[in-house]
């Protein structure tokens, strides 16, 4: 009897053990602010939709600030209710050609979104800028950082990735560019872009629904389950070989 009692007590632990697992892992990955674009080729406009689930230490938060990448002169903020959003201006050091042959004499430095009632914790907001990504940024990787502003403290998601890939504790919401398609920058007006590209629209439309994949997270979650799976076999199959 006792061996059965101490079999029970070892699968319980290892399905207890198994559920943890499950359930923290995907949680601790949830906490960044993610970013996920709707384009990556160098050259083309891309929205970017900023997601996020907590706030600082369970305070509600009251407002991102997004930083661009000095070497995108294309910002376009999505409106969004019940936030505000600020576009904040930076002059160049000296005058470039911008997008549509223009000459730009300032870019946007920074996006930031103050929510008219603060975002509770553990609900999930996002938010959308539209950037022209550079022609001659393949194969590099934009970092985009947002300090994240709480009714109490603050979260400044601004850490770089280590050279050996390891994810720091605060990383920088980023995005791979990838090699140019070919295509031209696209437009600016919506209604032209859904007519002569709607594929790049249909990724627009959808990027809400694109959350980052989080492949570490499913794996470890999948394992921690199946942990506790084995452990109960183990103590089913104890139970029935004592009572033979």
């Known amino acids: 009897m006792r ?4 079999t029970t007590a070892v699968a319980a632990t290892a399905l207890g053990v198994g ?14 602010v993610n970013v996920t674009p709707s384009s990556t080729a160098a ?4 929205v970017l939709e900023f997601a996020s689930g907590h706030g600082c230490d369970a305070s509600p938060t009251t407002s991102y600030a997004v930083e661009i990448p000095e070497s995108i002169l294309s910002v376009t903020p999505t409106l969004k209710p019940g936030w505000q959003v600020e576009k904040v201006m930076v002059e160049l050091d000296e005058p470039l050609e911008g997008a549509h042959g223009d000459v730009v004499a300032e870019r ?21 800028i539209q950037v022209l990504l550079p022609e001659d940024a393949a194969g590099e990787r934009l970092e985009f950082p947002v300090l994240q502003s709480c009714v109490e403290g603050e979260n400044d ?23 140019s398609t070919g295509d031209a920058h696209g437009h600016d007006d919506a209604e032209a872009s859904s007519d002569e590209h709607p594929e790049a629209h249909e990724a627009e439309q959808t990027a809400a629904s694109q ?30 070989g004592k009572k033979a």
């Open 3 to 6: 061996s059965i009692t101490r």
């Open 19 to 32: 559920t943890l697992l499950a359930l923290a892992v995907p949680v601790a990955a949830q906490a960044h």
């Open 43 to 46: 050259g083309s406009y891309s």
């Open 108 to 128: 946007v430095g920074q996006v930031v979104y103050t929510a008219s009632t603060p975002q509770p914790d553990g609900y999930r907001e996002t938010f959308q």
């Open 157 to 179: 998601w601004s850490e770089p990735s280590g050279a050996d890939g390891d994810e720091p504790e605060r990383p920088a919401p980023a995005i791979e560019v990838t090699e």
């Open 211 to 240: 959350a980052p994949v989080d492949v570490v997270g499913r794996v470890l979650g999948i394992t921690g389950l199946a942990v506790g799976a084995a452990g109960l076999t183990v103590a089913i199959a104890a139970r029935r």
